[in-house]
């Protein structure tokens, strides 16, 4: 961990601690209807809506005429007007109106970030100097896709961004935290062959669990006929994590074959700093049911919203445990090829 006078130099010499020129997911379409978000991301206070033409805005929680948060306000078909002396400012951040004024200041205005509403994500160019984004928010093309159906949730963290990018890239933690769900064997967990490889703005860590048992979710969502060949394919960028896993009939196919039939998961999990200490879980569950499908794909939701509960209590106790010994060493293992990898990425980034 880094030591309080090693960050305050980062601070002063680097306007950002996270990663920028990237997008970070900022909320779920769904969780925007005719209500008004207020949610810190990356250190910035942010007020996120639908304006008049059903866009999702982000504008920065400040009024400009004294302050107040505009999230103490009330948001009025599509513009948000201050609870405090009643300014009334649109989607780009613009006032329209001051109550009993006729001329509206030219300053009167506050910033509106760059935000991108897609497949049920929202995304947020975050930048410093560069405003407007040279790249598109990333595809992810499981949340329209025919065969799969998906929800997912937003989960608040106690815990630094990057513990939740540990978790993430070590899947052998299922055998000890998830056995009631998606664990199984965890003598097939630790000895699962492992490749990992990088490029320039990913890590991909493969897994593969030969003829193995199917653990309970597997079980009950798909007719498996007995022992299993289960995968777990990781895909870390530096905004979000990709993790397809699934299974076939052992033996039935190549798992090198992406096209491979049989129960698919496909787990979208953004982790988007709130603070240095806090974050946002944004994550969704694709998966491909052959019958009675929506019955099964929330049974699987379920349980992953399960499993992710599970992860939520390891991570937010190991960070309280970090911070009371915060000068101790942390010793790596053979699984840790992941995360140190992604860690690396990041670092490199800020
Ligand atoms: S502080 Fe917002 S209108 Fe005065
Ligand atoms: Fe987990």
Known sequence: ??????????????????????????????????????????????????????????????????????????????????????????????????????????????????????????????????????????????????????????????????????????????????????????????????????????????RHMINSEPPPTYSMAYPFTGKIDRWQEIDFRVSHIRIWTGAINAGTDSLDNPDRDGFNMRGFHAITPETEDTCHYFWTMSTNPQIDRENIANVVIEQTRLTFDEDKVVIENQYKNLKQFENSEMVGIHIDVGLVRARRMVEQLI
Not at 10 to 19: G, Q, Y
Not at 40 to 66: S, T, Y
Not at 72 to 84: D, F, K, P, S, W
Not at 161 to 182: C, E, F, G, P, R
């Open 1 to 206: 961990m880094t030591n309080t006078l090693e960050r305050k130099i980062k601070v002063e010499n680097n306007p950002s601690i996270f990663p920028k020129n990237q997008w970070y997911v900022i909320a779920l379409s769904k969780e925007l209807k005719q209500n008004m978000i207020a949610r810190k991301v990356l250190n910035i206070p942010l007020i996120i809506f639908r304006d008049e033409h059903g866009q999702v805005q982000a504008l920065e929680d400040r009024c400009c005429h004294r302050g107040m948060p505009l999230s103490c306000g009330t948001l009025e078909n599509g513009r948000v007007r201050c609870g405090y002396h009643g300014l009334l400012y649109d989607g780009t951040g613009q006032c329209v109106e001051v109550p009993g004024q006729d001329k509206i200041p030219s300053k009167a205005k506050v910033k509106a970030y760059t935000v991108v509403e897609k497949q049920g994500l929202v995304w947020l160019w975050y930048s410093f100097g560069q405003e407007i984004a040279d790249i598109e928010p990333p595809d992810y093309p499981y949340h329209d896709h025919p065969d799969y159906l998906y929800d997912g949730d937003v989960y608040h963290y106690q815990a630094p961004y990057q513990l939740i990018h540990d978790n993430l890239m070590d899947l052998s933690h299922l055998a000890y935290v998830h056995l009631k769900t998606i664990g199984g064997n965890a003598k097939i967990h630790m000895n699962a062959e492992m490749k990992v490889t990088q490029n320039d703005d990913q890590v991909v860590v493969k």
